[in-house]
């Protein structure tokens, strides 16, 4: 009876790992298996700090290959790496001028977070830091628009993509390089592709603070950041109603699991303060992303007023504490940048 490689491989199943319930199949460590008439060969290369594990292995292979019908004779081959060895080359620090790494992101859409970043990047740049915008809302890409940059990026001498400046932040965003009513219609390799470039080939220079405008939801983008960039920690935007706090929550557990230290929630629209009389009417109810904050363990950084001056301000290009630095809007802005210092400063 003709032995095969499907029942060689079949017998190695039954080879453990030493310590381990798993066999070396699974683990992936059978690299080869050659038959040539009754002779068996077999390679096999173990990533493993024990020293042991190798001529253990190597026993239990032969002795399952050699009980096979048609055998007759077992030529093993048995590897062993140690783990620093398998390592692969480290990859070239990314943005290593930048201090820290902030994203802002939000668990569903149409909660103001790109509104929020763009405002969280000119308030720190108020408190005296150099800032960065970095747009990496793939599918909706707007800093561009909100944050007043008419020009398009420029390469230097290194081929490297220079940020443009808008209102004194740097900024980059898909925008730049996208026609305006043009859909992307991209999946999940291409955005990590997009992001990817985004972190290796602009040259942000020196920074304080990049501010990362994430897309809504949990999805490629914030998992490729998270793999890519040691982020030093995540801001969470939501609104006060049910709906919002519910996919607030999942955010702010995705970056838990992913070991992003959370800076905290920022409760958007959080109500409407009349000019002429002063009067607060919690249009979408209140107090909802202090509760979220407290129910999950993580700071509350502030809420901020419904203004119209924030929507036409982000429409002209000018974020309203850059066009209205003394507002109630503005001056939120300002407090919740000085407690995100603080948080990150922890």
Same mark, same amino acid.
């Given at each position: 009876m003709a032995v095969t490689e499907s029942a060689v491989r079949e017998a190695l199943k039954r080879v453990k790992f030493p310590g381990l319930s798993r066999d070396i199949v699974s683990f992936g460590f059978v690299k080869a298996v050659a038959i040539d008439g009754d002779t068996v060969q077999v390679e096999i290369a173990l990533t493993t700090a024990n020293a042991e594990a190798g001529a253990r292995v190597e026993t239990d292979a032969r002795a399952a290959v050699e009980a096979l019908p048609g055998v007759g004779r077992v030529e093993l081959a048995v590897q062993v790496i140690s783990p620093q060895a398998a390592a692969a080359p480290p990859r070239p620090k990314l943005l290593p001028g930048v201090k820290y790494k902030i994203a802002v992101a939000s668990g569903k859409g149409g909660v103001g977070k790109s509104t929020v970043?763009?405002?969280?990047?000119?308030?720190?740049?108020?408190?005296?830091?150099?800032? #960065?915008?970095?747009?990496?809302? &793939?599918?909706?890409?707007?800093?561009?628009?909100?944050?007043? @940059?008419?020009?398009?990026?420029?390469?230097?001498?290194?081929?490297? &993509?220079? %940020?443009?400046? $808008?209102? $004194?932040?740097?900024?980059?965003?898909? #925008?730049?390089?996208?026609?305006?009513?043009?859909?992307v219609i991209w999946r999940g390799p291409m955005v990590m592709k997009a992001l990817q470039q985004f972190l290796e080939d602009v040259e942000w220079g020196e920074l304080d603070y990049l501010v990362v405008d994430l897309p809504p939801g949990t999805g490629d983008a914030q998992l490729t950041l998270t793999q890519q960039v040691p982020l030093d920690g995540a801001v969470i935007v939501t609104t006060p109603q049910d709906v919002a706090l519910i996919d607030a929550r999942k955010g702010l557990l995705m970056f838990r699991k992913v070991n992003v230290p959370l800076l905290g929630v920022?409760?958007?629209?959080?109500?409407?303060? @009349?000019?002429? @009389? +002063?009067?607060?009417? /919690? &249009?979408?109810?209140? +107090? #909802?992303?202090?509760?979220?904050a407290e129910e999950l363990g993580v700071p509350y950084l502030?809420?901020? %007023? &419904?203004?119209?001056?924030?929507?036409?301000? +982000?429409?002209?290009?000018?974020?309203?504490?850059?066009?209205? %630095?003394?507002?109630?809007?503005?001056? /939120?802005?300002?407090?919740?940048? /000085?407690?995100?210092?603080?948080?990150?400063?922890?």
């Open positions: 970043a763009a405002n969280l990047a000119l308030a720190l740049k108020r408190l005296g830091h150099t800032v #960065g915008l970095l747009d990496a809302d &793939i599918y909706g890409p707007s800093q561009q628009l909100m944050m007043g @940059c008419t020009e398009p990026p420029r390469v230097n001498e290194a081929e490297k &993509i220079l %940020p443009v400046d $808008g209102n $004194g932040v740097a900024v980059m965003s898909l #925008g730049f390089l996208m026609e305006p009513d043009t859909p920022i409760e958007n629209m959080s109500a409407y303060v @009349c000019p002429q @009389c +002063g009067h607060r009417e /919690a &249009i979408f109810k209140a +107090g #909802g992303g202090r509760k979220t502030g809420e901020v %007023p &419904i203004d119209p001056a924030i929507v036409s301000g +982000g429409d002209d290009g000018t974020p309203i504490v850059a066009s209205h %630095p003394e507002s109630a809007a503005a001056k /939120a802005f300002m407090a919740l940048a /000085a407690e995100v210092v603080r948080q990150v400063s922890k």
